[in-house]
């Protein structure tokens, strides 16, 4: 049986008046790959942070590898990438890389290290010279220098090139590949889309859907029916509207509906086309759906 790593057990946490996570239960597996989405403020940063014992639960109970994530024995099989660090400015790469690496028993071979994220090249500058995103790629990687069995990666690529974020996605990939387990949690829902094999959505510090990234798609059944038209009717169940040129991209749960009611309205439209959505349409619906009211 595949062993479970990390769990949450009905997490509430709250800062003040805020409940940041609202009873909130989760469980990684070793081996998953787990992306974690959710809009600004929805909990992400608040979950990892309990996972890796940095904060603790207001209620309900949080372990890592079966115990107190606070115990040192476990937090040195964890790896995390903050959403913000600061590093030494006056080390160098290598020097950085090293000592992270020796807090722990076990340590990824350093220049191993830096070619996976591509920091060869610059593994004898001082770290206060390297630009913002060099850094984010160094912080990213030292959360591998201890071997770790899971690593949580609170949005790793933020504001890297689209290179250095393909750079790092392969990374990722290659420690996967070789059974680590890693939990990233993303605004880029491309990222996402290109490295989870489940996701999770948070809003509003609840679990909105956890399950496999093309079911998460399939649960809200969302459609983005396009066409071009000079002028569009109210249309019912319209999650959302936008224009591209002349075409227009409606978002909606109920396509065949729409569709009929365009058709009925006598309007004329041409180039007609209805597709899956991309998993951003759906974590939209989804959220819509959590504000929506609920039905009578
Ligand atoms: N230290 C804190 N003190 C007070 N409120 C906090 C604190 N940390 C988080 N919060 C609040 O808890 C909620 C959840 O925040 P959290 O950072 O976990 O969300 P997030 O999903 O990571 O957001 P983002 O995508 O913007 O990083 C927010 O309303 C936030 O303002």
Not at 96 to 116: G, K
Not at 137 to 156: C, M, N, S, T
Request: hydrophobic share 40%; proline share 5%; glycine share 10%.
């Amino acid at each position: 049986m595949t062993e479970t790593l990390a769990r949450l057990q009905e997490v509430t946490r709250r800062y003040g008046e805020v409940t940041a996570l609202d009873t909130t239960s989760l469980e990684i597996r070793e081996g998953e790959l787990i992306g974690l989405l959710g809009p600004n403020g929805a909990g992400k940063s608040t979950l990892v942070n309990l996972l890796a014992g940095l904060r603790r639960p207001s209620s309900g109970s949080v372990s890592l590898f079966g115990g107190p994530p606070g115990d040192p024995a476990r937090r040195r099989l964890l790896g995390m990438t903050p959403q913000e660090t600061g590093l030494p400015p006056t080390l160098r790469v290598r020097e950085c890389v090293d000592f992270v690496a020796a807090h722990f028993p076990s340590r990824a071979d350093r220049d191993e290290l830096l070619e996976r994220f591509g920091l060869t090249g610059m593994r004898d500058r001082q770290i206060g010279g390297l630009s913002g995103g060099q850094k984010r790629r160094i912080a990213v990687a030292l959360a591998f220098a201890g071997r770790p069995r899971l690593v949580l990666l609170d949005e790793p690529t933020t504001g890297l090139d689209v290179e250095a974020r393909r750079a790092l996605w392969e990374a990722v990939r290659a420690f996967h590949a070789d059974g680590g387990t890693v939990l990233l949690t993303s605004h880029y829902l491309e990222e996402i889309e290109a490295l989870a094999q489940r996701v999770v959505v948070l809003g509003k510090g609840r679990v909105l859907a956890d399950d496999s990234l093309a079911a998460v798609r399939g649960m809200v059944g969302v459609r983005r029916v396009s066409l071009t038209a000079a002028h569009l009717p109210e249309l019912p169940g319209v999650l959302r509207a936008e224009t591209d040129g002349d075409r227009t991209h409606l978002v909606t749960a109920d396509a065949d509906r729409l569709v009929r009611e365009l058709v009925g309205s006598g309007v004329p439209f041409s180039g007609l086309e209805i597709r899956a959505t991309t998993l951003e349409e759906a974590f939209l619906a989804i959220t819509a759906r959590d504000d929506a009211p609920a039905a009578a």
